[in-house]
């Protein structure tokens, strides 16, 4: 019988989250802080229609986020129902042992873990309102991350979190959380949404050149800017239809991260840093870059910037990387064209995640990879679910 791919390749998941634990932050933050604190608290509305009270993260007095909204995997219902409580959700969303036995099951050797409560790209850590308990959140996080992938570093490659609006400050602990074991940055790819300066901006720079000589890569997960509403749009489609849309819409919000790391010289100005376009899907990519390319010669780009050697293709061959789960025509036309800059990923354990359950389309990841990738030439495959992660993450 011939192997499985799983069984083939040690496939690296270059996207799944963490739900983090009630106590994260009261365990590990100043009690003076009070109930500035983020904490859960049972859901002050009362009973949802099937009697439970869901818990509900707290930011800076207000509420935020439901801590099993994240944890979709397994749940036999679609958002906005989801797991009243983390008890209620897969123990492998928030147990970080439970994971590596999932991990086993799914085929998967390795994971990169990304946060939730916080914001795809940090910015829920400004509700806070008070610099020096920003920082704290921040920093607990990044030690509770590095605690909770210890139990199997070989495992899960941490990425960390930044107190993006102070420079100085990120930078100390982007070299902190590197000594604790993180292998990557995560970054909103829509800074100025925060009231910060545009990505573009040198003002970054020293975070660029601490992640570069660290071999740090930046990721830019989606809806990692400021605000975003899931179920927005017409009132006519309902809830479900309106997540759909949204969602997809969501992959190709990330091209403005892609195209100012590109255009606005990050790139050109630190050519040995590493740039993740976080599950935005990778079929779109090729077309843009395409136009990025006939747009910088067509505008005449290249008469303000003549110290620019590469087109903006080449730029994003060296050192951009997109990540896919569910595409499968997609990918495979664009595979080829750029074989070293696409990395695999399942989302583990969000609504739309490569995971089974009683509502999903797609299983087991090592039975979807079989499944669709298993035509795919095997020089291709190897580099997809494996090598490019490697090479990114720094994986041995």
């Not at 993740?276 to 390319?293: H, K, N, Q, R, T």
Request: proline letters at 8%; glycine letters at 10%.
């Amino acid at each position: 019988m011939t192997a499985g791919l799983a069984e083939r390749y040690r496939i690296i998941d270059t996207d799944s989250h963490v739900s983090e634990p009630a106590d994260l932050w009261t365990s590990r933050v100043p009690a003076k802080w009070g109930e500035l604190v983020p904490h859960v608290v049972p859901d002050p509305r009362g009973p949802r229609a099937d009697g439970k009270v869901a818990d509900i993260w707290v930011f800076g007095g207000e509420l935020a986020m439901a801590t099993g909204g994240p944890a979709m995997a397994g749940y036999n219902g679609f958002l906005p129902d989801h797991p009243a409580t983390l008890a209620d959700a897969h123990p492998a969303a928030f147990d970080s042992r439970a994971r590596v036995r999932y991990l086993d099951d799914a085929g998967i050797w390795s994971q990169v873990i990304y946060p939730n409560v916080g914001g795809f790209g940090s910015g829920r850590f400004l509700q806070l309102r008070e610099p020096e308990l920003m920082l704290d959140c921040v920093r607990a996080y990044n030690d509770f991350l590095s605690e909770w992938t210890s139990v199997a570093p070989e495992r899960f490659i941490p990425i960390m979190a930044l107190p993006f609006w102070d420079v100085e400050a990120a930078v100390r602990e982007l070299d902190r959380a590197w000594k604790l074991g993180h292998k990557g940055v995560l970054f909103g790819s829509q800074p100025e949404g925060f009231e910060q300066p545009m990505l573009a901006d040198p003002h970054w720079d020293p975070i660029w050149a601490a992640a570069q000589e660290r071999g740090l890569a930046i990721n830019f997960h989606i809806i990692s800017g400021a605000g975003f509403d899931l179920f927005g749009g017409y009132p006519g489609n309902g809830p479900h239809t309106n997540a759909a849309k949204q969602s997809a819409g969501f992959f190709l919000d990330n091209s403005s991260a892609i195209g100012d790391v590109i255009m606005g010289g990050i790139c050109h100005r630190f050519p040995t840093l590493k740039f993740v376009s976080v599950e935005s899907g990778i079929g779109w990519i090729p077309s843009y870059l395409e136009a990025l390319d006939w747009q910088w010669a067509n505008m005449g780009a290249y008469t303000e910037h003549p110290e620019r050697d590469l087109l903006p293709s080449e730029y994003f061959r060296r050192q951009v990387y997109g990540c896919f789960w569910f595409e499968r025509e997609s990918a495979r036309r664009v595979l080829d064209v750029y074989p070293d800059n696409w990395l695999f990923e399942t989302d583990f354990p969000h609504p739309t995640s490569l995971s089974d359950g009683p509502v999903s389309t797609s299983g087991r990841p090592r039975d979807w990879v079989d499944k669709h990738l298993s035509g795919w030439p095997e020089h291709l495959l190897a580099r997809v679910l494996h090598d490019n992660a490697a090479r990114v993450y720094g994986i041995e």
